[in-house]
């Protein structure tokens, strides 16, 4: 009996495993029209520079939303990179502040605590010895910093109201 237990408990975190090993941006193909969105929001961003050196993505909303509603120590995301490729990132969770706090706050009506949940989940890079970062997840998205071989990246956003609060994502060498 234990026997069976434990297999299907090894059959159960596989699956889970398997099942939040998935692709979280895909790589997006802007056409002039969202290269003109981004000059306009950003007029102060070099486009020239954004189209030479910076990967755009989209995120996979479904991913993020998993991440954020499950307690997931450990998974595995693809990340498209520069020249078609692609790296397999394995994350395990690690908090640096608690998720929740109070706040005390002096008012008129003397000291009142309030109930604050950070609401962001943030995960190392375990797989490689050259790849090294750091992921952070919130409902406002994703934000990485990582480096690969002495090569400092990280994936930031731009946010374009003209995009109908649709995100867009990049990759850039800071």
Partial sequence: MKKRNFI????????????TSKDLF????????????????????NMNVIQDSTLL??????????????????????????????????LEFFSVAPDEFFIKRHTNNGIVKTLYETG???YRITNNSNLSGVFIFSQNGVKA?????????QIGVFNIPALNNES???ISNI
């Fill in 145 to 153: 910093i990582f480096t690969i071989a002495e090569e400092t990246y």
């Fill in 26 to 45: 895909e790589i997006y193909h802007p056409d002039t029209d969202s290269y003109t969105l981004i000059n306009d929001t950003y007029s102060d961003v």
């Fill in 8 to 19: 299907t408990l090894l059959l159960i975190a596989l699956s889970i495993q398997l099942s």
């Fill in 57 to 90: 993505l989209q995120l996979n909303h479904a991913v993020l939303e998993y991440i954020l509603n499950q307690d997931i120590y450990n998974f595995e995301i693809s990340v498209p990179f520069f020249n078609q490729s692609v790296f397999d990132i394995e």
């Fill in 120 to 122: 962001i989940k943030t």
């Fill in 168 to 170: 867009l994502y990049f």
